[in-house]
């Protein structure tokens, strides 16, 4: 977040982050799509420091009318924009050029016991992902659920 002012004027939000994470991804690799349940749901502001990478948010608020809906944007060092994930939303990424590193500020701390995924390819989510080869994937995003089995906010 560039300015305090400026993301307050855009979200309407003045969010208290709490951690800076820096992550570096390969080619291909596709993380999430991640979140934290309640007591410990995290608001994430990401943003592209070297390469390009493609980042989604999808709804699980359960009660929303967009609820399993996503957007998606290309950010890059060049492009220079920054996705506001909010709690209530999982969140993805994956990696189009050789290496990208990502910086994400968060609204709490990372709790594991909290973390939940959600499966990249869900048919129920849709989520074009631009992508023709395979992502590659931990072994934590191959054992994702897809949404209607994922506990929800």
């Not at 291909?28 to 934290?36: A, F, P, T």
């Not at 609204?107 to 959600?118: G, L, Q, S, V």
Request: net charge neutral.
């Amino acid at each position: 977040m560039k300015n305090e002012k400026i993301f307050q004027a855009a979200t309407g939000l003045r969010p208290n982050f709490v951690q800076d994470n820096h992550s570096k991804s390969q080619k291909g690799v596709l993380r999430g799509l991640h979140y934290q349940l309640p007591p410990k749901a995290q608001g994430k502001l990401v943003r592209v420091v070297q390469g390009e990478v493609f980042d989604v948010a999808v709804d699980i608020r359960h009660n929303s009318p967009t609820f399993g809906r996503w957007v998606g944007q290309r950010l890059s060092a060049d492009n220079k924009r920054q996705l506001w994930i909010p709690e209530g939303f999982a969140h993805g990424v994956l990696t189009l050029t050789p290496t990208a590193e990502f910086l994400y500020k968060t609204t709490d701390f990372y709790a594991p016991e909290h973390e939940r995924c959600i499966a990249w390819n869900d048919p129920d989510i849709g989520i074009d992902w631009g992508y023709e080869d395979p992502p590659l994937l931990s072994t934590k995003d191959r054992e994702c659920v897809p949404l209607c089995n994922a506990e929800v906010f």
